[in-house]
């Protein structure tokens, strides 16, 4: 099967979700529960389009599941893994950078309706930051130290898309704050140095990202609770610079969250991959009828 190619969307643009569907509940489903004749279940179940909720959650129910094992059963039904398919599904955010590779991709796939559903959403900038805060969560190790680089560079690449942060990052050994930079960052050696106000958001990225792990809200400075976080920030003038004059901590705190995500409202374009689906209930439904 040929993948698919998302090299040129900038990085944090794309996240990736997949999940297994189990036919055999599917086809009991359609056939036990509404009462469709085989025949008309299988045509039924190759139009058969989840929801993006179903694609996307990190919960999955019957007759969705996950799992990493080689040959899984599913959780429902028992059935062996010839009767599963995997789905993948990809959220591609709306905006300027990701135009003209999503119209490119879309266009690629146009042709092959059956094996491929886009589906547009309407959702806002929080909401999705914090999709990729969670995307980023589990693909980190927070036990081994290095996530806190990861995690800076993760947020340098969202923040700033153009700039080539695997070179930035090659080789680096720390990052600091410097008060000789007004904005943006500047390499020394090993050291990556940040504008203070730039430095302070990667900060409250760390806090997010490790908040609720067992040593919570980690950041490059140390632990932190959120009011130290954001006492430190008031200090170096990031309140002040960013008219956040609120002195309530979840008022602040909203604020703060509007600054690192951004607000106002956005499109999500999914982009689900049906080709395994689609050959395995031809493959099912040939052995059922
Ligand atoms: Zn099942």
Redesign the pocket.
């Given at each position: 099967m040929q993948e698919l190619d998302f090299s040129e969307f900038p990085p944090g643009t794309v996240t990736e979700y997949t999940t297994l569907v189990?036919l055999?509940?599917i086809f009991d489903i359609f056939t036990k529960q509404i009462g469709l004749a085989p025949r008309s279940a299988y045509s039924e179940i190759k139009r058969y389009s989840p929801t993006v909720e179903e694609l996307t959650s990190r919960k999955a129910v019957r007759?969705f599941f996950d799992s990493d094992e080689k040959h899984p059963r599913?959780p429902?039904?028992d059935?062996a893994k010839r009767?599963h398919a995997r789905l993948d599904t990809y959220a591609i955010e709306g905006g300027k950078t990701t135009d003209t590779p999503r119209r490119k991709l879309v266009k690629s796939v146009e042709k092959k309706k059956d094996q491929f559903a886009v589906i547009e959403l309407k959702s806002d900038r929080r909401s999705t930051f914090f999709d990729w805060l969670d995307t980023l969560r589990i693909s980190l190790d927070l036990n081994d130290p290095a996530w806190l680089l990861q995690a800076t560079k993760a947020y340098l690449e969202r923040k700033e898309p153009k700039q080539k942060w695997n070179k930035v990052f090659d080789g680096l050994r720390g990052v600091r704050p410097s008060s000789r930079l007004e904005e943006g960052w500047a390499r020394d050696g090993t050291r990556l140095f940040l504008a203070p106000s730039l430095y302070n958001e990667s900060l409250l990225v760390q806090y997010l990202v490790s908040r609720f792990h067992e040593h919570g809200g980690r950041t490059l400075e140390g632990r932190l609770t959120l009011i130290e976080l954001i006492r430190r920030m008031r200090k170096g003038g990031y309140l002040s610079a960013h008219n956040i004059d609120a002195t309530d901590q979840f008022e602040i705190f909203e604020r703060l969250l509007d600054e690192v995500a951004g607000s106002g409202q956005l499109k999500l374009y999914y982009l689900v991959d049906r080709r395994e689906f689609i050959d395995k209930v031809k493959s099912v439904y040939a052995s059922y009828a």
């Open positions: 189990c055999a509940c007759p599913c429902y039904c059935a009767w």
